[in-house]
Protein backbone atom coordinates (compact mmCIF):
# COMPACT_ATOMS: atom_id res chain seq x y z
CA UNK A 1 0.00 0.00 0.00
CA UNK A 2 1.33 3.17 -0.97
CA UNK A 3 0.31 6.25 0.91
CA UNK A 4 -1.60 8.35 -1.80
CA UNK A 5 -4.08 5.12 -1.78
CA UNK A 6 -4.18 5.25 1.76
CA UNK A 7 -4.82 8.92 1.52
CA UNK A 8 -7.63 7.91 -0.90
CA UNK A 9 -9.07 5.23 0.71
CA UNK A 10 -9.38 7.43 4.07
CA UNK A 11 -10.97 10.25 2.16
CA UNK A 12 -14.00 7.62 0.82
CA UNK A 13 -14.65 6.33 4.14
CA UNK A 14 -15.46 10.08 5.28
CA UNK A 15 -17.70 10.40 2.73
CA UNK A 16 -19.68 7.14 2.74
CA UNK A 17 -19.67 8.03 6.70
CA UNK A 18 -21.47 11.39 5.87
CA UNK A 19 -23.59 9.79 3.28
CA UNK A 20 -24.78 7.61 5.87
CA UNK A 21 -25.90 9.91 8.39
CA UNK A 22 -27.56 12.38 6.14
CA UNK A 23 -29.66 8.93 4.91
CA UNK A 24 -30.56 7.62 8.44
CA UNK A 25 -31.43 11.31 9.78
CA UNK A 26 -33.98 12.77 6.85
CA UNK A 27 -36.83 12.07 5.12
CA UNK A 28 -39.51 13.25 2.83
CA UNK A 29 -42.59 14.42 3.24
CA UNK A 30 -45.39 17.22 1.80
CA UNK A 31 -45.69 20.63 2.90
CA UNK A 32 -48.42 22.94 1.20
CA UNK A 33 -47.35 26.06 0.85
CA UNK A 34 -50.49 28.67 0.68
CA UNK A 35 -50.00 31.34 -2.17
CA UNK A 36 -51.25 34.13 -2.66
CA UNK A 37 -54.37 34.29 -5.54
CA UNK A 38 -53.40 35.66 -8.38
CA UNK A 39 -55.83 37.09 -11.99
CA UNK A 40 -59.08 37.30 -11.54
CA UNK A 41 -58.91 35.72 -7.97
CA UNK A 42 -56.72 38.62 -6.96
CA UNK A 43 -59.76 41.01 -7.70
CA UNK A 44 -62.53 39.41 -7.48
CA UNK A 45 -63.18 38.94 -3.15
CA UNK A 46 -65.89 36.30 -4.07
CA UNK A 47 -63.87 34.42 -7.10
CA UNK A 48 -63.56 31.01 -4.86
CA UNK A 49 -67.23 31.02 -4.14
CA UNK A 50 -68.65 31.64 -7.50
CA UNK A 51 -66.59 28.84 -8.49
CA UNK A 52 -67.89 26.21 -6.30
CA UNK A 53 -71.62 26.75 -6.28
CA UNK A 54 -71.26 26.58 -10.54
CA UNK A 55 -69.47 23.20 -9.67
CA UNK A 56 -72.83 22.78 -8.09
CA UNK A 57 -75.03 23.85 -10.40
CA UNK A 58 -75.90 26.74 -9.06
CA UNK A 59 -75.65 29.96 -11.07
CA UNK A 60 -73.40 32.50 -9.08
CA UNK A 61 -74.06 36.76 -10.17
CA UNK A 62 -73.11 39.76 -8.85
CA UNK A 63 -75.29 43.34 -8.42
CA UNK A 64 -74.18 46.19 -7.84
CA UNK A 65 -77.50 47.60 -6.58
CA UNK A 66 -79.35 46.13 -3.31
CA UNK A 67 -82.45 45.27 -4.15
CA UNK A 68 -85.47 42.81 -4.58
CA UNK A 69 -84.33 40.14 -7.14
CA UNK A 70 -87.18 39.03 -9.39
CA UNK A 71 -86.94 35.73 -9.74
CA UNK A 72 -88.09 33.23 -6.56
CA UNK A 73 -85.31 30.62 -7.25
CA UNK A 74 -82.88 34.26 -6.38
CA UNK A 75 -80.74 34.05 -2.97
CA UNK A 76 -79.51 37.53 -2.04
CA UNK A 77 -76.21 37.75 -0.20
CA UNK A 78 -74.97 40.82 1.29
CA UNK A 79 -71.57 41.20 2.61
CA UNK A 80 -70.81 44.92 2.02
CA UNK A 81 -72.09 48.02 4.43
CA UNK A 82 -72.55 50.42 1.43
CA UNK A 83 -74.37 53.53 1.70
CA UNK A 84 -77.35 51.48 0.05
CA UNK A 85 -77.57 49.35 3.51
CA UNK A 86 -76.12 52.17 6.02
CA UNK A 87 -78.70 54.99 4.35
CA UNK A 88 -80.86 53.20 1.91
CA UNK A 89 -84.59 51.82 2.09
CA UNK A 90 -84.60 48.31 2.74
CA UNK A 91 -88.23 47.86 2.75
CA UNK A 92 -88.61 46.32 -0.46
CA UNK A 93 -86.34 43.53 0.19
CA UNK A 94 -88.14 43.04 3.63
CA UNK A 95 -91.01 42.63 1.75
CA UNK A 96 -89.44 40.34 -0.67
CA UNK A 97 -88.19 38.24 2.13
CA UNK A 98 -91.37 38.22 3.71
CA UNK A 99 -92.99 36.99 0.73
CA UNK A 100 -90.92 33.68 0.45
CA UNK A 101 -87.38 35.14 -0.46
CA UNK A 102 -84.15 33.88 1.21
CA UNK A 103 -81.54 36.21 2.03
CA UNK A 104 -77.48 36.24 3.68
CA UNK A 105 -76.23 38.52 5.59
CA UNK A 106 -72.81 38.42 7.08
CA UNK A 107 -71.73 39.43 10.70
CA UNK A 108 -69.86 42.39 9.95
CA UNK A 109 -73.22 43.64 8.23
CA UNK A 110 -75.37 42.44 11.73
CA UNK A 111 -73.03 44.52 13.77
CA UNK A 112 -72.99 47.33 11.43
CA UNK A 113 -76.84 48.07 10.71
CA UNK A 114 -78.61 48.32 13.75
CA UNK A 115 -81.76 48.45 11.20
CA UNK A 116 -81.16 45.37 10.20
CA UNK A 117 -80.92 44.17 13.91
CA UNK A 118 -84.21 45.68 14.48
CA UNK A 119 -85.85 43.87 11.82
CA UNK A 120 -84.31 40.72 11.89
CA UNK A 121 -83.96 40.10 15.67
CA UNK A 122 -80.77 38.66 15.45
CA UNK A 123 -77.88 40.29 17.13
CA UNK A 124 -73.82 39.09 18.22
CA UNK A 125 -72.23 39.36 21.34
CA UNK A 126 -68.94 39.16 22.49
CA UNK A 127 -68.24 36.31 25.39
CA UNK A 128 -66.22 36.46 28.47
CA UNK A 129 -62.69 35.44 28.10
CA UNK A 130 -62.48 33.32 30.75
CA UNK A 131 -65.13 30.97 29.43
CA UNK A 132 -64.53 27.82 30.06
CA UNK A 133 -65.63 26.36 26.87
CA UNK A 134 -62.62 28.02 25.57
CA UNK A 135 -58.82 26.55 25.93
CA UNK A 136 -55.87 29.69 25.22
CA UNK A 137 -54.74 27.55 22.35
CA UNK A 138 -58.30 27.44 20.57
CA UNK A 139 -58.16 31.00 21.62
CA UNK A 140 -54.88 31.59 19.57
CA UNK A 141 -55.64 29.48 17.00
CA UNK A 142 -58.85 31.40 16.46
CA UNK A 143 -57.46 35.02 16.19
CA UNK A 144 -54.64 33.80 13.96
CA UNK A 145 -56.96 32.65 11.79
CA UNK A 146 -59.60 35.70 11.64
CA UNK A 147 -56.31 38.70 11.87
CA UNK A 148 -54.65 36.84 8.88
CA UNK A 149 -55.81 36.26 5.37
CA UNK A 150 -53.58 32.99 4.81
CA UNK A 151 -53.35 30.46 7.46
CA UNK A 152 -49.63 30.77 9.46
CA UNK A 153 -50.13 27.83 11.96
CA UNK A 154 -50.51 24.13 11.67
CA UNK A 155 -52.86 23.17 9.10
CA UNK A 156 -56.50 23.16 10.21
CA UNK A 157 -55.33 23.84 13.93
CA UNK A 158 -58.50 26.36 13.65
CA UNK A 159 -61.30 24.20 12.93
CA UNK A 160 -63.89 23.43 15.40
CA UNK A 161 -66.38 20.94 15.51
CA UNK A 162 -70.31 22.51 15.85
CA UNK A 163 -73.83 20.92 16.37
CA UNK A 164 -76.01 21.09 13.85
CA UNK A 165 -79.66 22.07 15.72
CA UNK A 166 -83.15 22.41 14.18
CA UNK A 167 -85.77 23.99 15.32
CA UNK A 168 -83.59 24.45 18.55
CA UNK A 169 -83.32 20.47 18.91
CA UNK A 170 -79.71 18.82 18.72
CA UNK A 171 -79.23 17.00 16.36
CA UNK A 172 -76.77 13.60 15.71
CA UNK A 173 -74.45 15.51 13.02
CA UNK A 174 -71.85 18.17 13.27
CA UNK A 175 -70.00 19.92 11.50
CA UNK A 176 -66.03 20.87 11.50
CA UNK A 177 -66.27 24.78 10.49
CA UNK A 178 -62.49 26.55 10.26
CA UNK A 179 -61.55 30.15 10.22
CA UNK A 180 -64.41 31.14 12.01
CA UNK A 181 -63.62 33.34 15.56
CA UNK A 182 -65.44 31.37 18.71
CA UNK A 183 -65.51 34.22 20.84
CA UNK A 184 -68.19 35.62 18.66
CA UNK A 185 -72.05 33.85 18.81
CA UNK A 186 -75.30 35.15 17.32
CA UNK A 187 -78.30 35.84 20.06
CA UNK A 188 -81.64 35.26 17.61
CA UNK A 189 -85.51 36.72 19.57
CA UNK A 190 -86.94 34.44 17.17
CA UNK A 191 -86.75 30.28 17.55
CA UNK A 192 -83.91 29.72 14.51
CA UNK A 193 -84.82 26.80 12.24
CA UNK A 194 -81.63 25.79 11.84
CA UNK A 195 -78.38 26.96 13.62
CA UNK A 196 -74.81 25.92 13.95
CA UNK A 197 -73.43 25.88 18.16
CA UNK A 198 -70.57 24.96 20.41
CA UNK A 199 -70.57 25.70 24.05
CA UNK A 200 -70.07 29.50 23.52
CA UNK A 201 -73.64 29.72 21.76
CA UNK A 202 -74.23 29.71 17.92
CA UNK A 203 -72.04 30.94 15.34
CA UNK A 204 -74.11 30.67 12.29
CA UNK A 205 -78.27 30.55 12.22
CA UNK A 206 -81.17 30.87 9.99
CA UNK A 207 -84.56 32.27 10.78
CA UNK A 208 -87.86 32.18 9.62
CA UNK A 209 -89.43 35.34 8.58
CA UNK A 210 -92.95 35.41 6.92
CA UNK A 211 -92.53 32.85 4.39
CA UNK A 212 -88.88 33.78 3.56
CA UNK A 213 -85.89 33.04 5.63
CA UNK A 214 -82.74 35.07 7.03
CA UNK A 215 -79.46 33.20 7.25
CA UNK A 216 -76.82 34.83 9.57
CA UNK A 217 -73.21 33.50 9.03
CA UNK A 218 -69.84 35.07 10.11
CA UNK A 219 -67.99 37.06 7.72
CA UNK A 220 -65.15 34.75 7.74
CA UNK A 221 -66.85 32.10 5.34
CA UNK A 222 -66.17 34.31 2.61
CA UNK A 223 -63.90 36.67 3.24
CA UNK A 224 -60.49 34.82 2.63
CA UNK A 225 -60.16 33.03 -0.74
CA UNK A 226 -59.85 29.53 0.56
CA UNK A 227 -62.23 29.41 3.65
CA UNK A 228 -64.66 28.40 2.26
CA UNK A 229 -62.73 25.63 0.61
CA UNK A 230 -62.00 24.34 4.18
CA UNK A 231 -63.52 21.10 5.96
CA UNK A 232 -67.33 21.40 6.34
CA UNK A 233 -67.36 24.94 5.66
CA UNK A 234 -69.12 25.06 1.67
CA UNK A 235 -71.39 22.61 3.24
CA UNK A 236 -72.94 24.42 6.37
CA UNK A 237 -72.97 27.51 3.57
CA UNK A 238 -75.01 25.45 1.48
CA UNK A 239 -77.11 24.50 4.33
CA UNK A 240 -77.45 27.23 5.87
CA UNK A 241 -78.64 29.10 2.45
CA UNK A 242 -81.01 26.57 1.81
CA UNK A 243 -79.88 26.45 -1.91
CA UNK A 244 -80.00 23.87 -3.90
CA UNK A 245 -79.21 22.84 -8.09
CA UNK A 246 -80.87 25.65 -10.05
CA UNK A 247 -81.01 28.33 -7.64
CA UNK A 248 -78.92 31.75 -8.04
CA UNK A 249 -77.07 33.02 -5.63
CA UNK A 250 -77.34 36.99 -6.20
CA UNK A 251 -74.04 38.35 -4.60
CA UNK A 252 -74.43 42.59 -3.33
CA UNK A 253 -71.38 43.99 -4.71
CA UNK A 254 -71.11 47.69 -5.05
CA UNK A 255 -67.48 47.40 -6.96
CA UNK A 256 -69.37 45.27 -9.78
CA UNK A 257 -71.27 48.39 -10.93
CA UNK A 258 -70.45 49.70 -14.33
CA UNK A 259 -68.45 52.83 -15.23
CA UNK A 260 -70.16 56.04 -16.31
CA UNK A 261 -68.27 56.18 -19.36
CA UNK A 262 -68.90 52.57 -19.97
CA UNK A 263 -72.79 52.89 -19.36
CA UNK A 264 -72.99 56.43 -21.04
CA UNK A 265 -71.44 54.80 -24.08
CA UNK A 266 -74.13 52.06 -23.60
CA UNK A 267 -76.77 54.22 -23.47
CA UNK A 268 -76.26 57.05 -25.55
CA UNK A 269 -73.44 55.85 -28.42
CA UNK A 270 -74.97 57.66 -31.42
CA UNK A 271 -75.28 61.36 -29.11
CA UNK A 272 -71.80 60.39 -28.30
CA UNK A 273 -70.34 60.40 -31.80
CA UNK A 274 -72.56 63.33 -33.49
CA UNK A 275 -71.14 65.47 -30.61
CA UNK A 276 -67.65 64.60 -30.91
CA UNK A 277 -67.88 65.08 -34.85
CA UNK A 278 -69.55 68.46 -34.10
CA UNK A 279 -66.18 68.83 -31.78
CA UNK A 280 -64.13 67.68 -34.28
CA UNK A 281 -65.43 70.14 -37.02
CA UNK A 282 -65.78 73.17 -34.79
CA UNK A 283 -62.14 72.77 -33.81
CA UNK A 284 -61.36 72.38 -37.89
CA UNK A 285 -62.89 75.17 -38.32
CA UNK A 286 -61.10 77.70 -36.29
CA UNK A 287 -57.27 76.10 -36.82
CA UNK A 288 -54.88 78.62 -38.51
CA UNK A 289 -54.87 77.44 -42.23
CA UNK A 290 -51.72 76.90 -44.02
CA UNK A 291 -50.05 79.62 -46.69
CA UNK A 292 -51.20 83.30 -46.87
CA UNK A 293 -54.61 84.69 -46.15
CA UNK A 294 -56.51 85.86 -48.81
CA UNK A 295 -57.09 89.55 -49.00
CA UNK A 296 -59.92 91.51 -46.86
CA UNK A 297 -62.39 93.13 -49.68
CA UNK A 298 -62.37 96.74 -49.32
CA UNK A 299 -65.46 98.12 -47.57
CA UNK A 300 -67.72 99.42 -49.81
CA UNK A 301 -69.98 102.46 -48.87
CA UNK A 302 -72.90 104.26 -50.82
CA UNK A 303 -72.61 108.06 -51.82
CA UNK A 304 -74.80 110.34 -49.97
CA UNK A 305 -76.67 111.47 -52.48
CA UNK A 306 -77.89 107.30 -52.50
CA UNK A 307 -78.57 106.99 -49.07
CA UNK A 308 -80.54 110.01 -49.43
CA UNK A 309 -82.55 108.62 -52.26
CA UNK A 310 -83.33 105.47 -50.67
CA UNK A 311 -84.47 107.03 -47.59
CA UNK A 312 -86.45 108.82 -49.53
CA UNK A 313 -88.06 106.18 -51.28
CA UNK A 314 -88.53 104.40 -48.35
CA UNK A 315 -90.35 107.19 -46.68
CA UNK A 316 -92.89 107.93 -49.21
CA UNK A 317 -93.32 104.37 -49.73
CA UNK A 318 -94.15 103.46 -46.57
CA UNK A 319 -95.47 106.71 -45.46
CA UNK A 320 -93.60 106.83 -42.28
CA UNK A 321 -91.92 110.24 -41.47
CA UNK A 322 -90.66 109.80 -38.18
CA UNK A 323 -87.44 109.17 -38.61
CA UNK A 324 -87.05 111.82 -41.27
CA UNK A 325 -88.63 114.62 -39.58
CA UNK A 326 -86.16 113.14 -36.37
CA UNK A 327 -82.91 113.82 -38.70
CA UNK A 328 -84.44 116.92 -40.06
CA UNK A 329 -84.95 118.81 -36.48
CA UNK A 330 -81.39 117.39 -35.74
CA UNK A 331 -79.64 119.14 -38.48
CA UNK A 332 -81.55 122.54 -37.44
CA UNK A 333 -80.07 122.40 -33.95
CA UNK A 334 -77.12 121.93 -34.58
CA UNK A 335 -77.05 124.61 -37.39
CA UNK A 336 -78.79 127.22 -34.47
CA UNK A 337 -76.30 125.96 -31.34
CA UNK A 338 -73.27 127.41 -34.56
CA UNK A 339 -75.30 130.30 -35.09
CA UNK A 340 -76.88 131.44 -31.68
CA UNK A 341 -75.00 132.19 -28.57
CA UNK A 342 -76.46 130.12 -25.43
CA UNK A 343 -78.57 128.32 -27.62
CA UNK A 344 -77.78 125.16 -25.04
CA UNK A 345 -79.42 127.06 -22.24
CA UNK A 346 -82.34 128.17 -23.71
CA UNK A 347 -86.10 126.63 -22.93
CA UNK A 348 -87.75 124.59 -25.73
CA UNK A 349 -90.11 127.84 -26.27
CA UNK A 350 -86.92 130.43 -26.38
CA UNK A 351 -85.28 128.05 -28.45
CA UNK A 352 -88.18 128.53 -31.26
CA UNK A 353 -88.57 132.10 -31.05
CA UNK A 354 -84.47 133.09 -31.30
CA UNK A 355 -84.60 130.75 -34.90
CA UNK A 356 -87.97 132.52 -35.68
CA UNK A 357 -86.40 135.75 -35.50
CA UNK A 358 -83.67 135.05 -37.39
CA UNK A 359 -85.05 132.87 -40.20
CA UNK A 360 -88.13 134.87 -40.53
CA UNK A 361 -91.07 132.22 -39.73
CA UNK A 362 -93.47 132.20 -37.38
CA UNK A 363 -92.36 131.50 -33.80
CA UNK A 364 -95.38 129.52 -33.00
CA UNK A 365 -95.82 127.36 -35.77
CA UNK A 366 -91.79 126.10 -35.64
CA UNK A 367 -92.54 125.73 -31.88
CA UNK A 368 -95.44 123.39 -32.40
CA UNK A 369 -92.91 121.69 -35.21
CA UNK A 370 -90.07 120.96 -32.73
CA UNK A 371 -91.67 120.27 -29.34
CA UNK A 372 -94.48 117.88 -30.64
CA UNK A 373 -94.36 114.50 -31.32
CA UNK A 374 -93.15 112.91 -34.44
CA UNK A 375 -95.94 111.30 -35.08
CA UNK A 376 -99.14 112.03 -36.85
CA UNK A 377 -100.48 111.85 -40.76
CA UNK A 378 -98.13 112.13 -43.58
CA UNK A 379 -99.55 115.58 -44.35
CA UNK A 380 -98.42 117.26 -40.94
CA UNK A 381 -95.62 115.38 -40.88
CA UNK A 382 -94.90 117.45 -44.35
CA UNK A 383 -95.65 120.36 -43.43
CA UNK A 384 -93.58 120.45 -39.88
CA UNK A 385 -90.14 118.90 -42.07
CA UNK A 386 -90.81 121.47 -45.06
CA UNK A 387 -91.05 123.98 -41.92
CA UNK A 388 -87.92 122.35 -39.72
CA UNK A 389 -85.97 122.64 -43.78
CA UNK A 390 -86.72 126.38 -44.67
CA UNK A 391 -85.66 127.38 -40.87
CA UNK A 392 -82.21 125.11 -41.22
CA UNK A 393 -81.62 126.74 -44.73
CA UNK A 394 -82.54 130.30 -43.75
CA UNK A 395 -79.93 129.87 -40.73
CA UNK A 396 -76.92 128.75 -43.08
CA UNK A 397 -77.79 131.66 -45.27
CA UNK A 398 -77.27 134.49 -42.55
Not at 193 to 209: F, K, N
Not at 229 to 250: H, P, Q, V
Amino acid sequence: MTRERLTTLAILAVLIAIGCWVAFNTYWTDITVTSPPKGEAASNHFYTLEHLLRSLGIQADETAVLRAPVHRSDVLLVNQNSWDVAHGNLASVQQWVRGGGRMVVTSYLLRSSMALQTWSGVTRALHDDKNPAKTPNDKKNVVIARTAPYRVGPLDSDCVPMTVQSAGVDNVETRSICGVPTEFSFGSKWAPSWSLSTGTGMHMLRVDIGDGSLTVIDSAFIDYQTNILRKDNALAFIEGSLLTKGDRLLIFNPASAEPLLQMIWRLAAPAVICFALAAALLIARYLPRFGPPLPLPANARRSLAEQLRANARFAWRTGNLKALRKAVLRALERSAEQRIPGYGSLTPRRRADEIGKRAGVDPATLNSAMTEDAAGEAKVQRAAIALLEQARRALINL
